[in-house]
């Protein structure tokens, strides 16, 4: 048994409206240092498989194929064994 830990995030050069609301918000209960924030989503994913690198595999599908989508976001991800 595996667990996988995905991060997706949008590209750099993309645009983030959520992340421009979320900081004017942080702002306004005076938190002025913030610069920047930029919202992604957070996947844990449990999956039988035979070895670390078909988990990996199976991962890095699940990601190309619907965790996200290429044209505008980025994933990692890490792998543990449980």
């Known amino acids: 048994m595996f667990l996988a830990r995905v991060y ?8 983030d409206p ?3 609301t979320v900081m004017g918000g942080l702002h306004s209960l005076g938190y002025d240092a913030v610069s920047d924030v ?8 449990r999956l039988d498989a035979g070895d670390q690198e078909t988990a990996e ?7 190309d194929q619907l965790l996200a989508n290429p044209v505008i976001e980025d994933f990692r991800f890490t ?4």
């Open 8 to 15: 997706v995030t949008l590209k750099p050069a993309v645009n």
């Open 18 to 20: 959520q992340g421009l």
């Open 38 to 45: 930029r919202i992604g989503k957070y996947l844990e994913i």
């Open 57 to 63: 595999q199976a991962v890095a599908g699940m990601c």
């Open 79 to 82: 792998l543990e064994q449980v």
